[in-house]
């Protein structure tokens, strides 16, 4: 692995070949029944032990993730706090985890929320520490144990993290990482016969490979995949703020989320001014050195992404705003906002970097028709002081997670999934436990015996 922002060695990291894989499905499927078997207080308390260990070494896995990642280390921070925030919240889950007891007739009949058994959990790159705990968390609280592959690039946080699981109490074997290529680890995880489910985060085109290798075993799958969410600016919308907040909404982790407001979507009458109110907001996002507090925007993760990036930025693009960024090492992307028109390939398709495009349209049912023009269906904004207007406008656009007035789309307490081919499930909220267990169904008779 190198470093995004200097591109020097920091670690080398050996893959898990098939075998070590089977081996690990076999620790787990031993693991687990002892750690479901626990009284839900200790599963609860463990968990919390885990939550601490995270928060005691929460600047030790910042610097981690901003040298595997190249994140700023504000955010870094901000995401190891979530992991233990994660925790926190599974762990309140787990003595709530509650069946129900339903009216039939001649007894009684009560469900209980079972555990799936061993779950694989595939995280992606960009956001490598909170994402894993999104599945990772409620999984095991849950009950099950779990497999966590983290993404070849950015594996040492996870790595981390499973040592402070166990230095926390955690049984040895319940909560594995294991690093790896997609093609090798990664299939050998889906196609295992001993994991029960799969939580994938990653592209489209890869979660579709994943959803067919699982249908082989009938085996259940959580996806979150890509996304191409719009930001709607109406002309009745406060356009300072909303020119304010644009920035962060498509160049936070230099534009390296699927939750990305990369399509700017402006009514016509206000379209100038809110480009020129737009321009110095995207100048004020400052990229350089990811370990400087002040810094806004860090690299793209690998030469490989910037590569990706600037394949969607041709020299005679129309750019109404480009950004600085540093010269030299590095895999460095300036911020770009590009005008265009609805069919542009950088309008369509995901870009995964520092780059936007801005639309302009005529009213409300043509800002719809705009949002919806996608395969994607993750998330997007809405900005205008007309409230009637903003839950229309939300509720046409197919999305699993819209905002108004606001940019937010990811709470670790709310439900957060996409529609079409943004995924396929729920993560997070208080159902998160409840995804990772099988309903099983009792029903006792009250009939006399004869």
Request: with cysteine.
């Amino acid at each position: 692995m190198t470093d995004p922002a200097t591109e020097e060695l920091i670690a080398t990291v050996p893959g898990t070949p098939p075998a070590e894989v089977d081996a690990a499905v076999r620790r787990a499927a031993t693991a687990q029944p002892r750690w479901a078997a626990l009284p839900p207080g200790d599963r609860a308390r463990r968990l919390r032990r885990f939550a601490d260990a995270v928060d005691a070494h929460r600047e030790e896995l910042a610097r981690l993730e901003v040298a595997e990642a190249g994140h700023p280390i504000g955010n870094a921070r901000w995401e190891a706090g979530n992991v233990r925030d994660l925790l926190e919240y599974a762990a309140g889950g787990v003595e709530r985890l509650t069946g129900r007891q339903i009216p039939v007739p001649g007894g009684v009949n009560l469900t209980f929320c079972e555990p799936l058994g061993t779950v694989a959990v595939i995280a992606p790159w960009n956001f490598p520490m909170p994402v894993a705990a999104w599945s990772t968390a409620p999984a095991l609280a849950a009950g099950n144990a779990v497999l966590l592959k983290p993404a070849e690039t950015t594996p040492l946080t996870a790595l981390r993290l499973a040592e402070l699981a166990l230095a926390a109490g955690l049984p040895q074997g319940l909560f594995q990482v294991l690093p790896g290529a997609g093609a090798v680890t990664g299939r050998a995880l889906v196609d295992h016969p001993g994991v029960a489910k799969v939580a994938f985060t990653g592209s489209t085109a890869v979660g579709k490979e994943v959803m067919s290798r699982c249908a082989a075993h009938v085996k259940r799958v959580t996806l979150e995949l890509g996304g191409k969410s719009p930001n709607i600016v109406f002309a009745d919308a406060d356009l300072e703020r909303a020119a304010a907040a644009a920035p962060a909404s498509f160049l936070d982790n230099t534009g390296q989320d699927c939750c990305a407001r990369s399509r700017i979507l402006v009514q016509r009458e206000v379209y100038d001014r809110f480009l020129a109110l737009l321009e110095p907001a995207v100048h004020a996002f400052t990229c350089g050195d990811p370990s400087d507090p002040g810094t806004a925007m860090g690299p793209l993760v690998s030469a490989a992404q910037r590569d990706r990036v600037r394949s969607f930025v041709t020299e005679d693009a129309p750019a109404a705003i480009r950004g600085t960024a540093p010269q030299g090492k590095g895999y460095w992307y300036p911020a770009t906002v590009l005008e265009g028109r609805p069919g542009d390939r950088v309008a369509v398709e995901e870009i995964f970097g520092p780059v936007a495009v801005v639309l302009p349209f005529t009213d409300e049912a043509d800002a719809v028709r705009q949002a919806n023009a996608t395969p994607y269906g993750l998330a997007g904004s809405v900005w205008t002081r007309d409230g009637a207007r903003a839950l229309r406008t939300a509720r046409a656009v197919g999305a699993g997670n819209l905002s108004v007035n606001s940019h937010a789309a990811v709470r670790y307490w709310t439900p957060f999934g996409g529609f079409k081919q943004s995924g396929l499930g729920r993560e997070l909220g208080p159902g998160a436990l409840s995804a990772f267990t099988e309903t099983k169904n009792v029903f006792i008779s009250t009939e006399e015996q004869q």
